[in-house]
């Protein structure tokens, strides 16, 4: 089901191209397309397919068609390790592309260096070595990054917060979520805020109840969570069965713009890269669109990250003309200028030192009772990444 390529009999034909890999620029994707945390991934990926297939639609890139393959690693990284062998070996990728878990980043990597192809990380979190001085092969194009994120959460806390700041922080037992709640920890130190309970929660956990006991019972009036959603809502949705009635801030992941109407809470409060949809800005529609022709399963509101995925691909192989092996590739993605129309506060630039972007900017929704809808509470604050 969602091991497909985008190039078929019937659309090459249509567009007058062969389809043969030779003639195409194959582009291999592992990603968590089944599983917990697929929830967050799927629909991302989606997102990218659906940009590719208008691409194709409409010619190409350079006159070639683009070859997606996408395989399914389930989060796992032993087989996150043996799709992109075969991405590489037998399908010839000239671009990897992950949409997983961190956990399947290490070996992703390892097979990415020994055969000197780029790897874009393309709705999985930024690791930190796209950040200045970035690896020479690896790129971010996701919303949510390591640090940053952290400091724009908790600045958002200190700058709303009524008094002293206790703050418990939730994590999945996954490498950058618990790395990223130990940096916030560390950092809520620094801006006087008080950490009382730090929860390391298992991916596979049925019963949150455990873990949402212990911050409640260290009595924080904030927590913070930096987690796939999954470890995020539950623990969030965990501690207000117990009672606790105070205020969560967690990551606006894809899934946020529809749950957040679902929980009908005014003090769970989401901060994010990406403008929602109930922005409506004319790329969202476009989106929609795109998303209605294709009749997909998924919102048209969870498929962002794939969209900006899709416009960093198409923008890097045009630079990099025909043919185009990865080493154009890889050089022409280390001078990229995306213009992401809207859907982030500022373009996505890409230097030969940094591959994450030279300006982050987040936004801040939660959900108003009295207004019966999403609100922003807070617009586009900027971040340098240096």
Known sequence: MFKKTLLGTILASALGLPAVAQDAYVIGLTGALTGPPSSTYAPAVEGLRIYIDRVNASGGVNGKPIKLILEDDGAQPSKAAANTKKLITQDK????VNASLSSTYAPMVAESKNAQVPLLFASGVCPQSVYPPADPLQFCTTGYAANYDSQAALDFVKANAKGAVKIGFAAMAIPL??????????????????????????????????????????????VYSWAPWVTQVRTFEALRKLGWKDAMIAWAHLESETELPRLKDDRFYVIGANALFQDDLPVHKEIIEAAKKADSKYPPTMMTEGWIGGMAIEAALKAA?????????????????????????SVIEWTKDNHFRTRLDYRVYRWDSAKSSIVRVQDWKSYAVK
């Open 93 to 96: 990728a000239v671009l990897l």
């Open 321 to 345: 003309g025909w043919p185009a092996d990865a080493a154009r590739i890889r050089n022409a993605m280390e001078t990229m200028k995306l213009d992401t129309k809207g859907l982030r506060g």
């Open 177 to 222: 979520s618990r790395g990223e709640i130990d940096h916030a920890e560390s950092l809520s130190k620094t801006m006087g805020m008080t950490p009382v309970d730090k929860e390391v929660i298992p991916p596979p956990t049925a019963d949150y109840t455990p873990f949402a006991t212990k911050l409640k019972d260290a009595g924080p009036n904030w």
